[in-house]
DNA sequence: CTGATAGCCTATCAGTGATAGGTTGACCTG
DNA sequence: CAGGTCAACCTATCACTGATAGGCTATCAG
């Protein structure tokens, strides 16, 4: 019955915790996050490949972990967009293109949170938790700027964030598509994506 | 000078093509695509996992040749809509409701073609290829449906595909969200993403 | 029969995520 | 200071992945 807490560190406030985030998200950023492996980020840390497991359960967590950081950071910018000045179009505007941009700026966040499948067929179905978890909240502040309070706000809202979504999502998968000007094409997707919500 | 042409067969009439292709599209409808590997298809089909190579040069060739085929069949399913009778609104609502089907019936081809990231960061710009075309095929079937001849049909057609690849892609990717009725949420999305196109 | 070749095999490779179990060193308590 | 605890790290190793090398066999054209 010796100590089995092996891989039970995770202490919230450790330094080498921090330092493989940052060099993961580097190498993340670099080189796309499913072509990273364990071993790449732990020999940028300067520790060997299983003592990353001291630190997170699983290499997905490691992912997760930036991903769950990027959405507070959204939701941090949507609040600001809606809490504003000017009037409810203006600031409903505001933050979608806060999402937008938001998406665009931190892609491999963005795709570990809404683009890629995880394990979800025979796991239990909050296995996918903490990202989820992070884009929801970002959702609910979408919805709280849209709802019209006739009960259909959460049918709206997420038609919105679909729509918003779609664009995002597609511009990043698909860089090299043969994309009008991007900035005239936000522009106009954002304002067809809110147009009607009076 | 001798045959090097060992991995050279991909005889296009072959029936083990036709029987690894029948079983590879069976294992990633039941497990997901990234959970299938070249061992279990081999398996399937009663072959070893090498000869795999005969039929097809990468692993990644077997899911692109399945999503080709399924965007021949979206491509079809789209003509048919927009030729069919009706008005330009009514049959662009068809086509629009016939891309969301498609996407919901062939989640597998559908991240393939426009979910999944490929190695696009260092390799040539052309090397996603297939998948890309495939789906462009059936892009460029919308923007006709669109087309308003006023020089903004690129834009709005991209805006439209948008619209509606991110309520598809979303509905896929997470199946588990707290969604509202889906037949609701279609129904109004595709009204949205339609609106204000006379 | 001869030679080419399509299709398959076994053996093997490097690289992947993950686990097992031992070693070190800082820290706190008696 | 002695002894215990424990986080953090190591090496060795696992099962599995996609992919390659090279040899065997059956079929078919000449």
Chains 1, 2 share one sequence.
Request: overall charge positive; glycine content about 8%; proline content about 3%.
């Amino acid at each position: 019955m010796a100590g089995k807490s092996r891989n039970a560190a995770r202490s919230s406030h450790g330094e080498r915790r921090e330092e493989i985030l940052a060099q993961a998200l580097r190498l993340f950023s670099e080189h796309g996050v499913q072509q990273v492996s364990t071993r790449q980020i732990a020999s940028a840390v300067g520790i060997s490949q299983p003592s990353l497991y001291a630190h997170f359960r699983t290499s997905q967590e490691i992912a997760q972990e930036l991903c769950v950081r990027a959405f507070r950071h959204l939701a941090e910018d949507l609040s600001r967009a809606l809490a504003g000045e000017g009037g409810r179009a203006e600031r409903l505007r505001r933050a979608a293109l806060a999402y937008v941009s938001f998406g665009l700026d931190n892609p491999d966040a963005y795709r570990v949170a809404f683009m890629i499948e995880k394990l979800v067929d025979h796991r239990a179905q909050a296995e996918q938790g903490p990202g989820l978890a992070a884009g929801l909240e970002a959702y609910k502040l979408l919805r709280g700027g849209i709802s019209g309070a006739d009960g259909t706000a959460d049918l709206i809202a997420q038609s919105v964030w679909a729509t918003l979504h779609g664009l995002v999502s597609l511009l990043i998968a698909r860089p090299h598509f043969p994309w009008v000007d991007k900035a005239a094409l936000i522009d106009a997707h954002v304002t067809r994506a809110l147009a009607g919500l009076d």
